[in-house]
């Protein structure tokens, strides 16, 4: 066996190899680990416990060392049945070392190929009520498996790896992987976390199950949902009406958004290209999410309680973002700092928030036209700031 260390992971012991801790890249062979992921198991651990219900059942189908699976298994507050999923049987040896290290009883490892172990567990009593999907890659492959051996009510997370795809650098590949087109600009990654969420919400309509997403997040490397399943034709048909587009103005930045792919600006009148098919409706269910942060917070899951607070109240906000940057060039002024215009939106009593999906970006129920007003109203307010002091009004 290659070698292992010993971590600690929130509460849980590890063994993992050691060469997944030194290099910037971690080896897949002969089993897989990447440390930079606890942010994303410790927002798991968060969610499962706030989505609450007494004891449950949890399947990890892609587990590696079962980082995640023998931590929900470890750090709940009740009882959860945890399934431990992978082809690899080095990485289920060290997920089973994993489960006694913790001194763990109630953890199952399987060997399979996930879609063949996700869809022997159909039937309605062999479902679980939580599913998770961490591959390298696209899960595309294993969304219809995850939604079908997902109770009705459960909840499917997932992990997506192919970032630059969602993201618009190759549109052809999004294309065909998710039948989207993607946007390449500075909201980005929710419009990739929406073209996932619409993947889901496709591929579980096929077996009529409506999706209703829990929680999203998005770093440089990865994109991470959770949906609950919630079973029958008319829940589904709810889900489809979520669908929609989502469109942004190379020329003058404007934004918008409609159930049907939108040709011309609204701004300007320039052409626009929608991207899309996507999920236009809620990212988050507030009370999970808050329930979550203070699970976070109370077990000191540090990097998982700033990305979920920062998710609050992003529901009341229209699907799409704006960048300062883009509206000084558009009005060619000079920049002009976001927490200015942010401050001036709210004074102006609009709603505003961070972009919780992008680096920089603000959201706001403000019109484009108020957005602008309020930039411009920034900037020249700066003008007089930095004129000389003679030439201030007095
Ligand atoms: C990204 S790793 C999972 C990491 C793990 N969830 C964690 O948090 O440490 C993906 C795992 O899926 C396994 N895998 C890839 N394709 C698979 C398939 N089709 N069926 C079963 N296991 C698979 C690999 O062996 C690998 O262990
Ligand atoms: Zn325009």
């Given at each position: ?227 609950r399943a919630r079973v029958g034709a008319a829940q589904a048909d709810r889900s489809r009406r979520q669908e929609g587009f989502i469109a942004s103005c190379e020329r003058c930045g404007e934004r918008g958004s409609s159930s049907l792919p939108m040709v011309r600006c609204d701004g300007c009148g320039a052409k ?123």
């Amino acid at each position: 066996m290659s070698s292992l260390r010993r971590i600690v992971e929130g509460r849980t012991t590890l063994f993992v190899p050691s060469a997944s801790l030194t290099r910037t890249e971690p080896p897949t062979t002969p089993f897989f680990f990447n440390p930079a992921a606890s942010v994303n198991r410790d927002i798991s651990i968060a969610i499962t416990e706030a989505v609450g219900g007494g004891g449950g059942t949890f399947c990890d189908s892609l587990a590696g060392v079962g980082a995640r699976g023998v931590r929900v298994a470890n750090e709940l507050s009740r009882r959860m049945d945890v399934t431990m999923v992978d082809f690899n049987p080095s990485a289920l040896r060290v997920a089973k070392r994993n489960a006694r290290a913790n001194s763990l009883k109630r953890c199952d490892f399987v060997r399979s190929e996930a879609n063949t172990f996700l869809f022997s567990r159909f039937r309605r009593d062999s479902k679980f009520d939580f599913v998770d999907i961490d591959p390298f890659g696209t899960p595309v492959p294993y969304m219809q498996g995850a939604f079908g051996a997902t109770a009705d009510g459960g909840v499917v997370s997932l992990t997506s790896t192919d970032t630059a795809v969602l993201c618009g650098v190759y549109p052809e590949v999004c294309r065909r992987r998710y039948s989207s087109v993607p946007l390449k600009n500075d909201f980005k990654h929710e419009t990739a976390l929406r073209i996932l969420l619409n993947a889901c919400r496709r591929i579980a309509g096929m077996n009529d199950i409506g999706i209703e997403p829990i929680a999203a997040h998005s770093t440089r490397h990865y994109l991470r949902v959770y949906a609950r399943a919630r079973v029958g034709a008319a829940q589904a048909d709810r889900s489809r009406r979520q669908e929609g587009f989502i469109a942004s103005c190379e020329r003058c930045g404007e934004r918008g958004s409609s159930s049907l792919p939108m040709v011309r600006c609204d701004g300007c009148g320039a052409k626009i290209l929608s991207a899309g098919p996507l999920w236009r409706g809620p990212l988050i269910d507030p009370r999970i999410v808050g329930a979550a942060l203070n699970v976070s917070r109370i077990g000191n899951l540090g990097g998982g309680a700033k990305a979920l607070e920062a998710l609050l109240g992003v529901e009341h906000f229209p699907p799409y973002s704006y960048s300062v940057e883009r509206i000084t060039s558009a009005l060619k002024v000079p920049g002009v700092s976001q927490s200015e215009v942010m401050r001036r939106l709210a004074s102006n009593g609009y709603r505003v928030m961070r972009q919780p999906f992008e680096k920089t970006g603000f959201k706001t129920d403000a019109s484009y036209g108020a957005v602008a007003e309020a930039v411009s109203a920034v900037s020249r307010d700066a003008d007089v700031e930095d004129a000389p002091l003679q030439a201030r009004p007095t």
